[in-house]
């Protein structure tokens, strides 16, 4: 079974400073996907950042980039020129390969709370 | 187009009562899951469903909780008996079910959330 793991419950950063978020991972497979998800206040998840364990290169999405370790299972999302609207919480989650005409579920984390201060 | 919508938003009920939960998904999504988000648990993986069977239901937590989804579409999550403990939101997704191989790996269907329902069992 696959566990994600989110130490921190919470964090502040100031606004157009940079903030990591932490996430481990313990899996067994060797071709997985991990994702980095948001939640504002409204609830609705929004996908921020994907990353295919197959590639080595570091995913980035404008503001957003990983550091993907796989050897150490590790998966962290950097904030660059962090905004007031990034406040909300951000889920890490792991992804099995799907089989043929399948589709796999999300294992997620608990979840962090990014709070940026004006 | 619309995304995945949910209904009710919010919902109050009291201990011993059943309720249903509905999720529509997004047209053409022939795979929907179910995800509960409780405090202090994160969000944990309820069940799948790949057209109108369930080839994964591991996450239901009980005999209390089952779900149905009938023309490829529509799904309920039924919860029978509530106890305060079923108090969470509930989160519906939904993804394609392309097939094929991109890279090392196979092809990835992106799974699209709804707002959920918020259950709160008194």
């Known amino acids: 079974a696959q566990t994600v793991t989110q130490s921190q419950p919470e964090m502040s950063v100031q606004e157009a400073e940079t903030v990591t978020l932490s996430c481990t991972y313990d899996t067994s497979e060797n071709n997985y996907y991990l994702f980095w998800y948001k939640q504002p206040p409204s609830r609705q998840m929004i996908l921020v950042i994907r990353?295919?364990?197959?590639?080595?290169q570091n995913a980035t999405e404008n503001r957003f980039s990983v550091n993907f370790q796989k050897a150490a299972k590790s998966f962290s999302l950097k904030i660059s020129d962090s905004q007031l609207g990034d406040t909300a919480m951000y889920f890490c989650?792991?992804?099995?390969?799907?089989?043929?005409?399948?589709?796999?579920?999300?294992?997620f984390g608990k979840g962090i709370t990014l709070s940026v201060r004006p | 187009g619309a995304g995945v919508s949910q209904s009710p938003s919010n919902k109050v009920t009291e201990k011993g009562k059943d309720v249903e939960l509905r999720c529509d998904p997004i047209s053409g999504h022939t795979a929907l899951y179910w995800y509960r988000q409780s405090l202090g648990q994160g969000l944990e993986f309820l069940i799948y469903?790949?057209?109108?069977?369930?080839?994964?239901k591991s996450g239901l937590p009980s005999d209390r909780f089952s779900a149905e989804r009938t023309g490829g579409s529509v799904s309920t999550l039924t919860i029978q008996r509530t106890q305060q403990e079923d108090s969470a939101v509930y989160l519906c997704a939904s993804s394609f079910s392309r097939t094929g191989e991109v890279g090392a790996g196979l092809v990835y269907n992106e799974q699209f959330f709804g707002p959920g329902t918020r259950l709160t069992v008194l």
């Open positions: 990353q295919e364990a197959y590639k080595q």
């Open positions: 989650a792991f992804m099995k390969p799907p089989p043929p005409g399948a589709n796999s579920k999300l294992t």
């Open positions: 469903f790949q057209g109108n069977s369930a080839p994964d």
